[in-house]
Structures are given as structure tokens and as C-alpha cells.
């Protein structure tokens, strides 16, 4: 399709909103159309369930137990309800998808509690997890810690380095826990970090993913992952009682199995990475914009006045994301092109002047 010539103050084509705001890429595109050739068995009794099971395995370098889920809300749910007793406890950072973006999810259906610790870049660090561990141990009175929960790369744009994890797996392990990564965006991570899969995951300690499908490229879908395969008993169980099973589980396979081909979804974070920090870059020395930090991953934060903000949210939506201190996050994904970064850098340049947009 030839897209129209677009002026300079029209908004870009994809979206800075968020990496869910874009489409999917046309390798699980043309994925679900070849899955599409008659009847097969439902439930993931399937070749490409099957295929694509080994394929994860592969990625994670070890003998995991690796099942399909419908969402990313959903993956979280089914993972930490296979391993948590209802009178145990969860520890994660304040800004966690699951303790501010899941509508309560997880307190609601696995009847859980949540410890959410402050945390100023979103990422948990040992000393936080030894005092929110220590806490009435024992006693019936209070809930038991089972789980942490680190999020690989974070919600706020930061990473964790592969000792950083292996030191939050010791603690938690050491106090009888085990470490869940909500992996949602995995494969930002490793294309920042320059590691495999495993370097975050399995080789460092931690016992259960979500990897994420959706914001890798898929239209949908999302794996649970259980490095150590013997805590997944409870799991296919699970997700069923969570609603979380597809019927038609090929086609969230098959989906797996194109974007994980070739490392195609490590290049198209990797792209995503490389826009932001083309965005961060031209936004730096446009006086009025003030960056948290240089992104890590695909998010830039960004400072600007409350009209400002407006005016652009209105001409290319984005999310505010510190509304008190009027900072909104700015998200890139794998089909973000240059032309949309300078095309956007454009918009705020024009919005920060006083210019009319659009
Ligand atoms: C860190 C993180 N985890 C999980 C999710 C998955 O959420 P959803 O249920 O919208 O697929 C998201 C989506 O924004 C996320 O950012």
C-alpha cells in the first residue's frame, strides 16, 4: 500500500504511545496465516505448540516447562498462582505492572498480597528484599513470603544487569522464595544488554518468566516459563481456572515459533532500543524538554510544560506518566522508523515554540 506523503507537522505514522499501540510484525503475521490449513487438535495437543516449546527450551538452555497464555496480565496471574499458596506473600517494586497495571489482578484472583517496596528506578535490590523478607516470618499473623517478582527490562526503562539478578536470586532463595521475571519486554532487554536469553534468566537464578509475545511483535500471546520444570505441576490447572488457556493455542505458537526464528524478535527490539535513543538524543537539545535519563530500552521520559504536553498529546498521543511533575513517557517499538522519530522531534519542536500543530 503507498502511504500518503505527509508535511512535516503531521503526526508520525506509528504511535509513541506505547509498543502495544503498533502493529504486528509480518513474520507472526504470515505465521498465523500458514497455521491456517484445517483441523488440528485444540488445547496445544498441535505440531506448532509442540515445535514451539522446543524452540523456548532452546532459548532458555534448559529442560523448562513452557505453556501458552492468552495475555501479558494473564501470564503474571497464571505464573505466580502455580507456585503461591493463598497465605503467601509477593515482593516487588512500587512501580511493578503487576502491583499498578493489573487492576488488581493478582490480589483478586489468587487472593495473594502484594508487598510493593518504593523504589526509585523501578528495580528491586537485594538490601530491599532482606527487610521485606524478614517480616513475621513464621508467624500466622502475617503473610509468608513466597515469591519476588522483578520485571527484565523495567517499567521505567532500566535494566538489570545479569549479577544484579544473580544477587536478588541468592537473597531470595536464601530466605526460602523463588524469583519470578515478568519478561514483557525480554527481548529489549537482551538486545540492550548484548546477552542471550539464558544470561537473565535461566543461568542467574531465576525460577519462573513471563516472556512476552505481544510487545515482541505478535498480535497476541504470551508464554509462562518454569526454568526448573518441577514447579509447574500446578500450572496447566491454573491456567485453565484463570481463563487463560487458548483453544487455538497453533496459532499463538506458530507465532512464537516465526518471531523466535532467526532471532527476529531480538532485531526488532533492538531496533525499537536504537529509536529511542534517537528520539532521547534529539529531544536532549530542544530547550524546554529535560530527560530522566539517556533510555536504556525503548521508553524515553521527558519533562515538558503542561501545555506543551497538551498540545502534542492531542496532535500524537502519548501517556503522561508523572503527571505531578508533568514527565510523559515516549515509547518506540520495532516499527518505529527514523522518519517517525524526526517527524515527532519536529512536533515538539514546534509545540515548545508556540507553533501551531498538524
Ligand atoms: C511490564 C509489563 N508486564 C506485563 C504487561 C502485559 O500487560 P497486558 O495484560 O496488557 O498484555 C505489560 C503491558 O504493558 C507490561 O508493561
Known sequence: MQLPEQSVLEPPLSSFA???AAG??????????????????????????????????????????????WGGTGANVVALGSVLKRHQSVICS????????????????????????????????PEHIVAAASVGVGSEHHVQPGVVSITQSTESGTLYQPAEIAAIAEVT?????????????????????????????????????SMGGTKAGMVFGEAVVFLDERLGGEFRFVRKQLAQLPSKMRFISAQFEAILKDSTWISAASHANQMAARLASGAAKIDGVTLRRHPEVNSVFATLDRDVIAKLQAWSFFWDWEESINEVRWMTSFDTTEADVDRFLAGVRAAVAGERLG
Open 18 to 20: 506505547s509498543d502495544n
Open 24 to 69: 504486528a510484525l509480518p513474520e507472526a503475521i504470515a505465521a498465523l496465516a500458514a497455521a491456517n490449513v484445517g483441523g488440528t487438535p485444540a488445547y496445544g495437543d498441535d505440531p506448532w505448540t509442540r515445535s514451539a516449546i522446543q524452540s523456548i527450551q532452546e532459548l532458555f538452555d534448559c529442560p523448562a516447562q513452557v505453556g501458552f497464555c
Open 173 to 209: 532463595h536464601d530466605h526460602g522464595m523463588l524469583l519470578h521475571l515478568d519478561g514483557a519486554r525480554l527481548a529489549n532487554a537482551a538486545a540492550a544488554l548484548g546477552v542471550s536469553v539464558s544470561a537473565i534468566t535461566s543461568e542467574v537464578g531465576v525460577d519462573v518468566v
Open 94 to 125: 512500587e512501580q511493578a505492572h503487576i502491583n499498578q497495571d493489573e487492576c488488581g489482578a493478582p490480589e483478586a484472583l489468587l487472593g495473594v498480597k502484594l508487598v510493593d517496596l518504593p523504589t526509585e528506578d523501578a528495580k528491586l535490590r
